[in-house]
């Protein structure tokens, strides 16, 4: 396993470092609160590092908490895929995995305690009047005229909506406090909505729905989390998430801190839209190799422990956090360099017969360059598969590997030269005539090295060559359907060496030259292997 490089600061874990020494706080206690309304994806893994991270290095502890508070877009299958993604990346959250959905009864006693402190009323306009209401950015609100309602009609009324007695929209809870304000947030928000919808986790119990806002500090609060970590598109609602916190009856105080989102080239990171994907069959699932979710980076091949790393070397601040794939893939090449066996691998095979050999052996190489992990026999016979694009029949200048009465190097084999290209009736090249030099020890430089296998030898294999899923390095939430990438998928027939067919998923394997790969977890099996392009050998994005 790489270890990171260097554990970098940033101002939370600051922050914490100070509270704790002005023993401001005991116990740092941090929370994940994902929704469970989709998979989760890379932007997800930073928040997770952060917070299960800071809990580990400061002894504290972390909750999971899966934010249920909208039956209408969650799911079972949504909360599952989460806790497998978090356990992947090998974080354990303090005791049981919890939910928003725990706390419905003492949330509800909360609306129950503003009501009666005269914090909270029960509004009956409609939707539309009352977002003409809430005014904006450069005038103020106004004030609703069922703001004046007696707390026994706000009493009656809550728990009449509680039951199911009236439609989704028809009344909502509001917190009082001020149709002026100039945060907009603190414009009488909405604490809960009628919905008319079971939940997978309390049935029929609730017809009524709290809001993030109220749900979330005060869910913090109950588990007595002190540092509650969020994305900056809060920074608005923290003097909301205080209101709360002290308008009603809790000896807990967690405070709200902010950092910037996550957001990675070549890819979008709102599960809305990611759900788009999904449902519109651009991808094949939550777990499609090419979608940026923790499923799909698995499949892929990405070990979890690389994805803490790039999280690590993207780090945290309050700084707009646009990160090129560049900074991921390298974190997933310098992962795996350490983990993957090395074998060779034909992806667009063309076929060489060797006129000047007609016996077989086997050829010894590493099975790493650097690291032990034993030797290899590589089959050799007199016809041989290479990769198509190792040969040129016009080659450009400075071109090293095959071409018309050229030489290369085979790898841990012989110097072949190329005597005679052969092509079908429309004049594709089908097969290469070639001789070896049968002299092994003869001396190679500055001729180019290729890999081969032969095809007495080799085992079938179809190859997925994954690509970054958009052309555009920001593809708009408008207009995605347009800049998807025809390649982002390429799936070949080719070759692998014999015995790499029975490597499973997640053990990573490098064919040489071509890339890191694994095993589909999926569709692969020793006798139709299907094998996944983690990631190319060379970054080639740093040079576009
Ligand atoms: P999405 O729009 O992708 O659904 P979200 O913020 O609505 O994102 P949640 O399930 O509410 O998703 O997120 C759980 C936690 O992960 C939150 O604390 C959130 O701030 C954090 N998070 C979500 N997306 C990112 C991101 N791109 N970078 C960093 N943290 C993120
Ligand atoms: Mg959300």
Known sequence: MTEPTFKPTNFIRQIIEKDLNSKTVETVVTRFPPEPNGYLHIGHAKSMC???????????????????????????????????????????????????????????????ELINKGLAYVDSQDSDTMRKNRGNLTSPGIESPFRVRNIAENLDLLERMRRGEFADGEHVLRAKIDMQSPNMNMRDPVIYRIMNVPHERTGDTWHIYPLYDFAHGLSDSIEGVTHSICTLEFEDHRPLYNWFINNVTTTATPH?????????DYTMMSKRLLNLLVTDNYVNGWDDPRMPTLAGMRRLGYPPE?????????????????????????????????????????????????????????????????????????????????????????????????????????????IMRCDEVIKDRDGNIIELKASIDPDRSRKFKGLGIIHWLSAGHAVKATFRLYDRLFKSPTPKADTFAED?????????????????????????????????????SKDHTASQPVFNRTVSLKDNWQKS
């Open 306 to 414: 690389a994805i803490k790393e790039f999280c690590n070397r993207i780090g945290v601040t309050k700084q707009h956090n646009q990160i090129e794939l560049s900074v991921l893939e390298g974190a997933v090449r310098d992962t795996m360099d350490s983990k993957a066996v090395r074998a060779f691998a034909i992806t667009e095979p063309l076929k060489v017969t060797i006129t000047n050999y007609d016996g077989v052996e086997f050829f010894q190489a590493k099975r790493h360059p650097k690291l032990d992990m034993g030797q290899r026999e590589i089959g050799f016979g007199n016809t041989i598969w290479i990769e198509k694009s190792d040969f040129a029949e016009t080659p450009q200048e400075g071109f090293k590997r095959l071409s018309p009465g050229a030489e290369v190097k085979l790898r841990y084999s012989y």
């Open 484 to 520: 998807l990438n025809p390649l982002s998928l390429v799936e070949t027939a080719g070759y692998i060496e014999a015995g790499t067919e029975n490597l499973l998923a997640p053990d990573p394997i490098q064919f040489e030259r071509m890339g890191y790969f694994v095993a589909d």
């Open 256 to 264: 709200q801190y902010e950092f910037s989102r996550a957001n990675l």
């Open 50 to 112: 952060l917070n299960f991270g800071l809990a580990e290095d400061f002894n504290g502890r972390c909750q999971l908490r899966l934010d249920d508070t909208n039956p209408s877009k969650e799911s079972d299958e949504y909360a599952q895929a989460i806790i497998e993604d978090v356990k992947w990346l090998g974080f354990e959250w303090h005791g049981d995995v919890c939910h928003a959905s725990d706390y419905y009864q003492q949330l509800y006693n909360w609306a129950i």
